[in-house]
């Protein structure tokens, strides 16, 4: 399925685990806000351990410190926040893969999992192939 993010953003597609094809400096999150939507950045390009990975969960997304650093609490998050339109921008998944490829497995996963329980939650994995023209989610 191709989709553009806009059809996204005004519910002509419906919420999912994209991957994004479109221009690398288009503001998502500016447009996810002017929508209406929450934005939750997840940048894992410098993440070098799981440690480093739920660290860079709590401060992106300004969780508190008692924030349970697991599958579980993260899907169990990703439930909570999904109270209204929310779309998590997820840069460095291949990154985060070269470091632990089985961690990062499972958070796919996770994120698979509560974008199926959650109809108002999208996860778009932002790469950098830069195909231009085209405003595109596959």
């Known amino acids: 399925m191709t989709a553009t993010y806009d059809s996204l ?4 597609t419906a919420p999912g685990l994209f991957s994004w094809r479109g221009r690398t400096d288009r503001d998502l999150g500016g447009a996810a806000a002017e929508a209406g939507w929450l934005a939750l950045p ?3 390009r410098h993440v070098m351990s799981v440690d480093a990975f739920w660290d860079e969960v709590v401060t992106s997304w300004s969780l ?3 924030f349970g ?3 579980d609490a993260l899907f169990d998050t990703l439930a909570e926040l999904a ?3 929310t779309v998590v921008l997820w840069e460095g998944l291949v990154q985060l893969a070269d470091v632990d490829p089985i961690h ?3 958070v796919v996963d996770v994120f698979r999992d509560a974008v ?3 109809p108002a939650l999208a996860v778009i994995v932002r790469d950098d192939l830069g195909v231009s ?3 595109g989610l596959l």
């Open 9 to 12: 953003l005004t519910g002509e």
């Open 69 to 71: 650093r697991n599958l």
């Open 116 to 118: 199926g329980q959650a």
């Open 83 to 85: 109270s209204r339109p």
């Open 104 to 106: 990062t497995s499972a």
């Open 42 to 44: 997840l940048d894992t």
């Open 133 to 135: 023209g085209f405003d």
């Open 64 to 66: 508190p410190e008692w």
